[in-house]
Nanobody, 124 residues
Framework: VQLQASGGGLVQAGGSLRLSCAPSGRTFWGYAMGWFRQVPGKERDFVAAISWRNGVTRYGESVKGRFTISRDNAMNTVTLQMNSLKPEDTAVYYC??????????????????WGQGTQVTVSS
């Protein structure tokens, strides 16, 4: 696994979690990196993305105003701050890089560089 994701866990509705992603043995690839999430039996959905060079961001509609993606170029990490969590945010969260330009609502089917996933569970 070349991308290491961490920070998942169990939290009550309304709470916060912060996920981090860092490449192992390399730097981030490509124009942008992002987060996706997946629940059993459903497709992997786009959550957020950030361009590596200038920090431009894009969010999925369901997380706008609640989640914030950021990058630390010096530390070679990307963070997803998740606030006001809802039970429907429960999923396995995956980071990915080598996302192409321009920023968009990426389809997971077009992404080939994934981290191992981290479970986020939001209780009601």
């Amino acid at each position: 696994v070349q991308l290491q994701a961490s920070g998942g866990g169990l939290v009550q509705a309304g709470g916060s979690l912060r996920l981090s992603c860092a490449p192992s043995g390399r730097t981030f690839w490509g124009y942008a990196m992002g987060w996706f999430r997946q629940v059993p039996g459903k497709e992997r959905d786009f959550v957020a993305a950030i361009s590596w060079r200038n920090g431009v961001t894009r969010y999925g509609e369901s997380v706008k105003g609640r989640f914030t993606i950021s990058r630390d170029n010096a530390m070679n990490t990307v963070t997803l701050q998740m606030n006001s969590l809802k039970p429907e945010d429960t999923a396995v969260y995956y980071c990915a890089d080598d996302l192409p330009s321009p920023l968009q609502y990426y389809s997971a089917k077009t992404i080939h560089s994934w981290g191992q996933g981290t479970q986020v569970t939001v209780s009601s």
